[in-house]
T-cell receptor, first 116, second 114 residues
Framework: NAGVTQTPKFQVLKTGQSMTLQCAQDMNHEYMSWYRQDPGMGLRLIHYSVGAGITDQGEVPNGYNVSRSTTEDFPLRLLSAAPSQTSVYFC???????????????FGPGTRLTVL | AQTVTQSQPEMSVQEAETVTLSCTYDTSENNYYLFWYKQPPSRQMILVIRQEAYKQQNATENRFSVNFQKAAKSFSLKISDSQLGDTAMYFCAFFAGNTGKLIFGQGTTLQVKP
């Protein structure tokens, strides 16, 4: 059981470039989410999905797109990178319902992104 | 809207001593969950402890325990017999089923000194 995996671990982009951060989970979790972590601000929700084909915006969605074609995968796309998107990005997943549903999220190892 | 506040950006403690990290939250919900996550230098987010709001008994996991005061909306983490491996950033987080979102505090950086 690999849990939640993310690639790449590190990435440097130039302003205006686009890229996709990959996220996958093998726990059959319905709910998946993307957060960004910035100093002094904790983790803020970018986008989330409650199941395949369903996505919604979180607290800081501007500049990012997501899609959920399968239960396992939830990629995050940066359309035109800006220095303000320099951050650490985490993907997470959890159970959506049932006796194990407590809101506990399982996190990937994170991606450190620098936009020059 | 729910909010989570950690008012201590940085703390330090001597090895083997006890330290308490503070967290307060704001919500109008009655049923919810509270969490403490640990983020060591490796960056991995690790669940330390979980508290269900409907349970009056404070959660305990080995050296980690919480003081949950529902009326005061306070949820502090106590680390006993601190170890060097406890050095990390600690995040308090709130979850209510109606929103389905996990809300994080700003984090507290804890350094355990030898």
């Amino acid at each position: 059981n690999a849990g939640v995996t993310q690639t790449p671990k590190f990435q440097v982009l130039k302003t205006g470039q686009s890229m996709t951060l990959q996220c996958a989970q093998d726990m059959n979790h319905e709910y998946m989410s993307w957060y960004r972590q910035d100093p002094g601000m904790g983790l803020r929700l970018i986008h989330y999905s409650v199941g395949a084909g369903i996505t919604d915006q979180g607290e800081v969605p501007n500049g990012y797109n997501v899609s959920r074609s399968t239960t396992e995968d939830f990629p995050l796309r940066l359309l035109s990178a800006a220095p303000s998107q320099t951050s650490v990005y985490f993907c997470a997943s959890r159970v959506s319902w049932g006796p194990q549903h407590s809101g506990e999220q399982f996190f990937g190892p994170g991606t450190r992104l620098t936009v020059l | 809207a729910q909010t989570v506040t950690q008012s201590q950006p940085e703390m330090s403690v001597q090895e083997a001593e006890t330290v308490t990290l503070s967290c307060t939250y704001d919500t109008s919900e009655n049923n919810y969950y509270l969490f403490w996550y640990k983020q060591p230098p490796s960056r991995q987010m690790i669940l330390v402890i979980r508290q269900e709001a409907y349970k009056q008994q404070n959660a305990t996991e080995n050296r980690f325990s919480v003081n949950f005061q529902k009326a005061a909306k306070s949820f502090s983490l106590k680390i006993s017999d601190s170890q060097l491996g406890d050095t990390a950033m600690y995040f308090c987080a709130f979850f209510a089923g109606n929103t389905g979102k996990l809300i994080f505090g700003q984090g507290t950086t804890l350094q355990v000194k030898p």
